[in-house]
């Protein structure tokens, strides 16, 4: 990922404002590679603009995933990335917990978890909607 700042570069204790850096022999900022904006487009037409060094067309990524839904985006608007298959599909945090554990073990993890925090007094030892 490209910023716009430049950064900060590194001091040591005691340096006087102004000093001029002691490990380096050119006090310049650096060469500025050549960069370029490559748009991609996904199925519901969410374009998502990303930044890369000059590189051959070869060595620049045909897709990439929205940020906004997840799905493939292709550099084509009118051609999207084919959707992925059921085994490659976003999975949330929640999803993989769901694939690990039952709805009989959530049940316990959660009791587990409320009768922690009301041994610690964070709870009250019973809940309004309990009843």
């Not at 930044?51 to 493939?72: A, N, R, T, Y």
């Not at 554990?101 to 309990?130: T, Y």
Request: hydrophobic share 30%.
């Amino acid at each position: 990922m490209v910023h716009g700042t430049q950064g900060y570069r590194g001091t040591r204790v005691g340096v006087a404002q102004g000093s001029p850096p002691r490990n380096h022999s050119d006090h310049s900022d650096g060469e500025q590679l050549p960069r370029m904006r490559v748009p991609y487009w996904c199925a519901k037409g969410h374009e998502t603009r990303l930044v890369f060094l000059k590189l051959p067309e070869d060595q620049i990524p045909v897709s990439w995933d929205c940020p906004k839904c997840g799905l493939p985006a292709s550099r084509d608007p009118l051609h999207p990335a084919s959707a992925r298959s059921e085994d490659e599909i976003f999975k949330s945090h929640l999803d993989y917990v769901k694939e690990r554990r039952s709805s009989q073990d959530a049940e316990k993890v959660l009791a587990g978890a409320l009768e922690r925090l009301r041994a610690r007094g964070v709870l009250p030892d019973e809940l309004l909607g309990d009843a």
